[in-house]
């Protein structure tokens, strides 16, 4: 093992787990405080979605331009914006945040899959379209990998020149109806990477440390942690806050024999900004 190679912490600090005493910032001063203690922890790169204060995604701009402001009057972490988004929005509805100035990377979702019990779509022509509002803006895609198969089809959009390189893939595990929290689909993902791609993985419902071992042997470049994947952190306790998910995965990771990178390395590393 390579003590010096160095791993980024992605947080996504807002959505989808809450009650339960989890209580996920959702105001523009909160959510921008929480990630300036998680920078302060390890955490390189903030994943943002727009929503209200119910913590529902919206395609409205006030509260994600309010954030991003926030986050970036108080930290120097790299702000991702997300082209995710519920059923019924339009594709430009689902990538307004790349309208802010702030924003540096963005999630591209390489295809559709099943989620839950419906069903999350991106065509192929949704695809081109987000990709080539990134490129225009300059803007650094990362490829969201549901299933394994979206993987060689980012290949081939990057062959026919609608997605640069180096290719920046987050394989997403544990989503219900997408790839499982297993480590045999890791294996396989990691196979399908082109030698100059980088990627990570993100796990939703839980923090597996076997996962996040498995993945930093085969070469992932970042781990994702945040309220939006799991409340708990990577010895199963359920976390009162963001930092605390950060904290508890820099600490694993460094007992893995691993160093975090900070901000500047992360650049380096995603090639962003640098």
């Known amino acids: 093992m390579n003590s010096n190679r160095q791993i980024i912490i992605s947080l996504a600090p807002v959505g989808f787990w809450k009650g339960k005493g989890i209580t996920p910032p959702l105001s523009p001063m909160a959510v921008a405080e929480g990630v300036r203690r998680c920078e302060d922890e390890g955490a390189a790169l903030v994943h943002l979605h727009v929503r209200d204060e119910e913590g529902n995604a919206t395609t409205d701009m006030g509260?994600?331009?309010?954030?991003?402001e926030g986050i970036r009057e108080k930290c120097s972490l790299i702000l991702q914006g997300s082209?995710?988004?519920?059923?019924?929005?339009?594709?430009?509805e689902r990538?307004?945040?790349?309208?802010?100035?702030?924003?540096?990377?963005?999630?591209?979702?390489m295809g559709s899959t099943n989620f839950f019990d419906g069903v999350y779509v991106n065509s192929p022509q949704d695809i081109?379209?987000?990709?080539?509002?990134?490129?225009?803006?300059?803007?650094?895609?990362?490829?969201?990998?549901?299933?394994?198969?979206?993987?060689?089809?980012?290949?081939?959009?990057?062959?026919?020149?609608?997605?640069?390189?180096?290719?920046?893939?987050?394989?997403?595990?544990?989503?219900?109806?997408?790839?499982?929290?297993?480590?045999?689909?890791l294996y396989t993902a990691a196979q399908l990477m082109p030698p100059d791609?980088?990627?990570?993985?993100?796990?939703?419902?839980?923090?597996?440390?076997r996962l996040v071992a498995t993945a930093l042997s085969l070469g992932?470049?970042?781990?994702?942690?945040?309220?939006?994947?799991?409340?708990?952190?990577?010895?199963?306790?359920?976390?009162?806050?963001?930092?605390?998910?950060?904290?508890?995965?820099?600490e694993y990771i460094?007992?893995?024999?691993?160093?975090?990178?900070?901000?500047?390395?992360?650049?380096?590393?995603?090639?962003?900004?640098?």
């Not at 990538?95 to 979702?109: D, K, M, P």
């Not at 791609?197 to 440390?209: N, S, Y």
């Not at 409340?231 to 820099?250: C, F, M, Q």
Request: glycine share 8%.
């Open 197 to 209: 791609a980088v990627w990570g993985i993100l796990m939703h419902g839980r923090t597996d440390p």
């Open 128 to 185: 081109r379209y987000w990709a080539d509002q990134m490129r225009d803006r300059n803007i650094v895609p990362e490829l969201e990998a549901f299933t394994l198969t979206m993987i060689p089809a980012s290949i081939k959009l990057q062959h026919q020149g609608v997605i640069g390189s180096p290719l920046r893939f987050t394989v997403c595990m544990g989503i219900p109806g997408a790839i499982p929290l297993d480590v045999r689909f």
């Open 83 to 92: 082209t995710g988004g519920v059923e019924g929005l339009t594709p430009q």
């Open 63 to 68: 509260v994600f331009n309010d954030t991003a």
């Open 220 to 250: 992932a470049s970042w781990i994702r942690v945040g309220f939006e994947d799991s409340p708990t952190d990577i010895y199963g306790r359920t976390a009162t806050e963001n930092a605390h998910l950060v904290k508890s995965l820099r």
């Open 254 to 274: 460094e007992l893995l024999g691993y160093s975090v990178a900070d901000v500047k390395t992360a650049r380096r590393i995603l090639e962003i900004g640098c």
């Open 95 to 109: 990538c307004v945040v790349l309208q802010n100035s702030n924003v540096e990377a963005a999630s591209l979702n």
